[in-house]
C-alpha cells in the first residue's frame, strides 16, 4: 500500500506564496515521477507540474511562478508558488508515479488534494 499525504494549503492574497509538500509511504521500490495538478470549481483537472529522472516542466500558466523540487531521501515533493494569482485558486493534488516492487507494474497515486485560495 502506497500513501500520500499532502499538506501546505491556505489562503493567501494575491502576490503572495505558499509551499505545498506531498509525502509518499508505503511500499515503495522506485519512483518514475512526482507532479502536481489542480481543479478549479466547475473545471476539469489540470496538469500543472512534473518532475522526472532530474527534468521539470510547467504548465504555462505558471512557468516562472511555480517551481517544483523533491526530496528524494523523504519521497517528498514540493510546489513552491509565487507571485500567486486569484486564477490560481484551485485544490491541488499531487501525482506520483511509482512501482511498488522490483518487478511490479507502475502504479498512479493521488494525493488528497489541498485547497489554494487566491483573494484579490
Known amino acids: 500500500q502506497v500513501q500520500l499525504v499532502e499538506s501546505g494549503g491556505g489562503s493567501v492574497q494575491a502576490g503572495g506564496s505558499l509551499r505545498l509538500s506531498c509525502a509518499a509511504s508505503?511500499?515503495?521500490?522506485?519512483?518514475?515521477?512526482m507532479g502536481w495538478h489542480r481543479q478549479a470549481p466547475g473545471k476539469q483537472r489540470d496538469w500543472v507540474a512534473i518532475?522526472?529522472?532530474?527534468?521539470?516542466n510547467y504548465a504555462d500558466s505558471v512557468k516562472g511562478r511555480f517551481t517544483i523540487s523533491i526530496d528524494s531521501a523523504k519521497n517528498t515533493v514540493y510546489l513552491q508558488m509565487d507571485s500567486l494569482k486569484p486564477e490560481d485558486t484551485a485544490v491541488y493534488y499531487c501525482?506520483?508515479?511509482?512501482?511498488?516492487?522490483?518487478?511490479?507494474?507502475?502504479?498512479?497515486?493521488w494525493g488528497q488534494g489541498t485547497q489554494v485560495t487566491v483573494s484579490s
Open positions: 518532475t522526472r529522472g532530474g527534468s521539470t
Open positions: 508505503g511500499s515503495i521500490f522506485s519512483i518514475n515521477f
Open positions: 501525482n506520483v508515479n511509482l512501482r511498488s516492487q522490483r518487478y511490479a507494474s507502475s502504479q498512479n497515486y
